[in-house]
């Protein structure tokens, strides 16, 4: 039984004041009518209209079940108009993640620019460089580098970030230049640290090298590990936007320009929704866009 269904019909004999004028009103017959309101009173195990051959009436239960009807209607048309409006025009709240060296690179004016066209748009953006989990932390999309295990989750390419070793030229003066890959393993790599620290450094040349690098210190945070670079303290890995500023003034030198890193790829990343909320299709589309 369709409770919701027949309460609209309820509603509706009440407010009609006869079956076969609420039958006409909401365009089915009167038999269907009467049917929906006895389901209703063998629902409740309670008589809701007083019934002759010549008028109805609301019982003493019936008047208070047509009040409460009513309020509950009304509030349903209410969820399925805000509903309607939140489909038609990005507005309300993202939960978004992304890893805290992109924070500091691209995506803050990227976010910027995007509230600044949906001011309706309200964004909680956590930086962490962990892979959260989307449904068990309630994240509405997340910004992902590297390669993806195959997870049911929507995958979109935004670009693929270069990654370059550097390091000052203070370290380098002391501890002199790399000229291989391979020279990296008697130097103080500072590593990036995710599940586990990365110490394998990937670079290609003539063919690809592999190279185990060691050193005193390791972060979950590419700014950080910038920041200790530029502080004399080893040689780092990370994605050259991240390090243009410093590479532009002087403050870090590009080692090994010769061996280029494999690309790292940035993803957004989502759950499969065939209807899709116009806050999010519309921050996905703006942020393809503007790191294509």
């Not at 979950?220 to 530029?230: E, F, I, Q």
């Not at 780092?236 to 500023?245: D, K, Y």
């Amino acid at each position: 039984m369709d409770v919701l269904a027949s309460m609209k019909v309820f509603v509706k004999v009440v407010e009609h004041g006869s079956f076969s004028a609420a039958a006409q009103s909401i365009g089915i017959s009167s038999t269907m009518v009467g049917n929906h309101v006895q389901g209703l009173e063998r629902h409740l195990g309670t008589r809701l209209l007083h019934r002759t051959t010549r008028r109805q009436s609301l019982t003493e239960i019936g008047q208070g079940y047509y009040s409460q009807c009513v309020s509950i209607l009304n509030q349903i048309e209410q969820a399925e108009l805000i509903a309607r409006e939140q489909r038609a025009h990005p507005r309300g709240k993202l939960r978004v993640s992304a890893s805290a060296t992109l924070a500091s690179d691209r995506l803050m004016p990227a976010i910027a620019a995007y509230l600044k066209q949906y001011p309706e748009v309200e964004i909680e953006l956590q930086f962490n460089d962990r892979v959260v989990d989307l449904v068990e932390e309630g994240f509405d999309v997340v910004f992902r580098y590297g390669e993806l295990p195959n997870s049911g989750l929507v995958a979109r390419l935004l670009n693929k970030n270069r990654r370059i070793a550097c390091a000052s030229p203070a370290y380098l003066e002391t501890h002199g230049v790399p000229q291989t890959p391979a020279d990296l393993q008697h130097h103080n790599c500072l590593v990036f640290l995710r599940a586990t620290a990365q110490r394998d450094w990937l670079f290609r040349g003539v063919s690809h090298e592999s190279v185990r690098v060691n050193g005193q210190l390791s972060a979950n945070n590419g700014t950080a590990l910038m920041n200790a670079a530029l502080e004399g303290l080893g040689i780092v890995l990370l994605p050259q936007t991240l390090m243009q500023e410093a590479l532009k003034d002087g403050r870090l030198v590009h080692v090994l320009p010769d061996h280029e890193t494999l690309d790292r790829p940035l993803h957004l990343v989502y759950l499969p929704d065939k209807h899709m909320t116009p806050k999010l299709s519309s921050f996905i589309e703006f942020m393809l866009g503007r790191f294509a």
